[in-house]
């Protein structure tokens, strides 16, 4: 049985949210006031907490900060109650540390919702995910969670297709999330050829790289179609990370992952033929942006896009595409590109 401490001051609300997580079969622990909230937390470790802001004597946010401090309370997963639903309340309390935030009044869905959510992603973080494609798509989406409720605090901003979201060189201060729409990242040879170094869908995070390695970006972002971004500061990015070192060990693995996954780029680019590098970037953009209720995979690529995904001349592009339409793998309709044979461009010999 799992067991949930409550600290709330106003006790008609204490003894309501106890009693909806009783009936739910979980163990309740109660305290009227912050201080009382921490002992409590040190003698019985719970599995998770639900603490109100504003209280006498300490309040939830001295909560959160005095038990991220004890290694033996640090990861217990955190929801903050308050009836003030101000983005700065929000914030405050996700950059202290915060799992999740109940605005009041809420009903009972809401907060079993919320508790069922936060003790079964600790649960899986405990948990530990294995190397392959499997387990990192598992941590990725327990990580987002945590991030894509950072960026519901934040504006977003349109970027029109080819514009500019970071420059190679500058100092990154922050991580993107793409709400809607497509990304590119590339890298400028110094005769001027770009080569494309990573794409971005819907609910993807990019720039994280240099963020983690305190360096300057290495490549250039761009929206390759119109698109919504949003931006979440550096403090806050950290914070998450900090605050869970399981979830920190595994995203620094993910980050490994994706360094071999660059250096694999390169040895394709480096030996693999034309035909297989163009049948490869086409095969990117498919896992990429395919949609699941699409019969054969669609999209507008500029030819100079899709040359330098693949690492090769525009020219040398044009007529690959050409020959592969002619042999009935792709249809070519002006910039819209269609894969009809996946199984021919997968099966792609040098």
């Not at 990192?136 to 029109?160: A, C, I, K, N, T």
């Not at 963020?211 to 300057?216: N, T």
């Not at 060990?249 to 163009?278: C, G, H, W």
């Not at 525009?314 to 592969?324: A, M, N, Q």
């Amino acid at each position: 049985m799992k067991t949930i401490l409550v600290i709330e001051d106003n006790i008609e609300m204490r003894e309501n949210i106890s009693e909806i997580l009783e009936l739910a079969s979980y163990r309740v622990l109660n305290a009227e006031q912050g201080k009382v909230g921490v002992e409590l937390a040190l003698k019985h470790i719970p599995d998770l907490i639900i603490c109100d802001i504003m209280m006498p004597v300490l309040d939830g946010y001295g909560v959160l900060h005095l038990l991220s401090k004890n290694p033996a309370t640090q990861n217990i997963p955190f929801i903050f109650l308050s009836a003030k639903a101000e983005r700065s309340d929000v914030r405050r309390g996700m950059e202290l540390g915060a799992d999740d935030y109940l605005s009041k009044p809420f009903d009972d869905s809401e907060l079993l919702a919320a508790v069922e959510s936060r003790l079964l992603k600790h649960e899986r973080v405990q948990g530990g995910y294995d190397r392959s494609m499997q387990g990192l798509d598992s941590m990725v989406q327990e990580v987002q969670g945590d991030l894509q409720s950072l960026s519901e605090h934040h504006e977003s901003r349109f970027y029109r297709r080819n514009e500019t979201i970071y420059k190679e060189g500058s100092m990154p201060h922050g991580i993107y999330l793409l709400l809607k729409g497509k990304v590119k990242t590339f890298r400028t040879h110094e005769l001027g050829k770009d080569l494309i170094t990573a794409l971005y869908a819907d609910g993807q995070f990019f720039g994280y790289l240099s963020l983690m390695e305190e360096q300057p970006y290495a490549d250039e972002a761009q929206a390759l179609d119109d698109s919504e971004v949003c931006f979440i500061p550096k403090e806050e990015f950290y914070a998450l990370l900090l605050r869970n070192q399981a979830v920190s060990k595994q995203f620094i693995r993910l980050l490994a992952d994706e360094l071999e996954q660059k250096e694999e780029q390169l040895i394709k680019l480096a030996y693999n033929s034309v035909r297989k590098r163009v049948a490869e970037a086409l095969l990117k953009l498919e896992e990429r942006f395919a949609q699941a209720d699409e019969e054969h995979f669609h999209m507008n690529i500029s030819r100079e896009n899709l040359a330098n995904l693949a690492g090769t001349a525009t020219e040398t592009t044009i007529r690959t595409l050409s020959d592969f339409r002619d042999e009935h793998i792709i249809a070519i309709k002006g910039s819209q590109i269609s894969i009809l044979n996946r199984q021919k461009l997968v099966s792609m010999r040098n």
